[in-house]
C-alpha cells in the first residue's frame, strides 16, 4: 500500500506557473502508474494527466495539453505536476493517485492523496 501527499498548490495570478508535488511512501513508486486529477466546485473530478511506470508514456487531458506537464523522480518517490500558463478554469482541488493500469479513468486508480487547492485569479 503506498501513501500520497501532495503539496505546492496556492494562489496564482492567470498567466502563472505552480508546481505540484506528490509524495510517496510505503512502497515505491515505479510499481505504480500514476496520475493527477482535478476537482472544481460542484463538478465532477475530471483527469488531467498520467504517467506510465518507466516515465515513457505520458497521456494529458485536450484542456491542459502543452501548458502542464508530469514528471517522476524514482530517487525522491515523488510525482511533479509542472503548471504553466495557468487559466481561472484551472482552479480546483488537484488529487495526485497511484494505480496498476495505464488509464484516464479515476476509477481504475486505488490510492488517492488529499488534494492542494489551485486558484487562479484573473
Known amino acids: 500500500q503506498v501513501q500520497l501527499v501532495e503539496s505546492g498548490g496556492g494562489l496564482v495570478q492567470a498567466g502563472g506557473s505552480l508546481r505540484l508535488s506528490c509524495a510517496a511512501s510505503?512502497?515505491?513508486?515505479?510499481?505504480?502508474?500514476m496520475g493527477w486529477f482535478r476537482q472544481a466546485p460542484g463538478k465532477e473530478r475530471d483527469f488531467v494527466t498520467s504517467i506510465s511506470w518507466s516515465g515513457s508514456n505520458t497521456n494529458y487531458a485536450d484542456s491542459v495539453k502543452g501548458r502542464f506537464t508530469i514528471s517522476r523522480d524514482e530517487a525522491k518517490n515523488t510525482v511533479y505536476l509542472q503548471m504553466n500558463s495557468l487559466k481561472p478554469e484551472d482552479t480546483a482541488v488537484y488529487y495526485c493517485?497511484?494505480?496498476?493500469?495505464?488509464?484516464?479513468?479515476?476509477?481504475?486508480?486505488?490510492?488517492w492523496g488529499q488534494g492542494t487547492q489551485v486558484t487562479v485569479s484573473s
Open positions: 510505503g512502497r515505491p513508486i515505479s510499481t505504480y502508474v
Open positions: 493517485a497511484a494505480g496498476s493500469r495505464y488509464s484516464w479513468r479515476g476509477d481504475e486508480y486505488d490510492y
